[in-house]
């Protein structure tokens, strides 16, 4: 019993999300990626699908995989208040995930993305879906954003034309760290949803069902010697 209410001690308040309601995206190579948020349950394949990119230095695979490797791990523990993790899966097998936290009614806080299947913009469909949940399902008025690569600035900062916090407001850091701070408001994300967001609702139970059970990737496409 000790134990019990030790374990309620360390845990942070948590906050009853809204669920993102999954979609369908058809890819550029014709495959149906569903988009869906992630469960406890399925931590040991996110884990697994992550893990091997830890030593890959590749557009900074190893600091983005160490870092969502802790994410998922903290958010399985209960150990980040009101964390959530949205998967890409194309016939069952990962895609891409991303991570994010809620961090009050007006704020969100994004945290990773990562591609698997690369070279189909997969990680840009997996962002916009983040933004979409942050903004448009939670109603949060912006996210704060950093990029720990040059194509995450790219395809974050630049094609969102993202504000920059950390020039107006130089002492505020993203949680992350010392990575400069920008911010997705409300405002550009109505202007941009509509090219930057896509896919379909509802889903049907066929493609539900085809990625209702995770399963880690067997290679890791552009990324050689990483097989399982």
Not at 26 to 46: C, F, P, W, Y
Not at 84 to 97: D, E, K, R, Y
Not at 114 to 120: D, E, P
């Amino acid at each position: 019993m000790a134990i019990d209410e030790m374990e309620k001690t360390l845990r942070p308040p948590e906050i009853a999300l809204k669920p993102y309601p999954s979609k369908l995206i058809t890819l550029a190579s014709g495959e149906k990626m569903v988009v869906r948020e992630a469960k406890r349950e399925e931590i040991g394949v996110l884990l697994g699908t992550v893990y091997p990119l830890i030593g890959v230095p590749t557009d900074y695979y190893d600091i983005v995989a160490a870092r969502m490797y802790s994410e998922l791990l903290g958010w399985y523990r209960y150990r980040v208040a009101n964390e959530f993790v949205l998967v890409g899966a194309i016939n069952g097998v990962i895609a891409g995930i991303v991570t994010s936290r809620h961090v009050s009614a007006k704020l969100g806080m994004s945290l990773h993305t990562m591609t698997i299947k690369r070279g189909l913009r997969v990680g840009a469909q997996l962002f916009a879906a983040k933004m979409e949940h942050h903004i448009d399902v939670l109603g949060e008025d912006e996210v704060w954003v950093v990029a720990e690569s040059p194509n995450g600035f790219k395809r974050w900062m630049i094609e969102y034309q993202m504000e920059d916090r950390s020039a107006k407001y130089p002492d505020v850091r993203h949680e992350l760290g010392g990575v400069p701070t920008f911010s997705l408001t409300k405002k550009l994300w109505d202007a941009v949803k509509a090219v930057k967001c896509t896919g379909s609702r509802p889903v049907s139970d066929a493609d539900l069902k085809s990625a209702e059970k995770l399963i880690m990737p067997s290679e890791y496409p552009q990324l050689p010697g990483f097989k399982r």
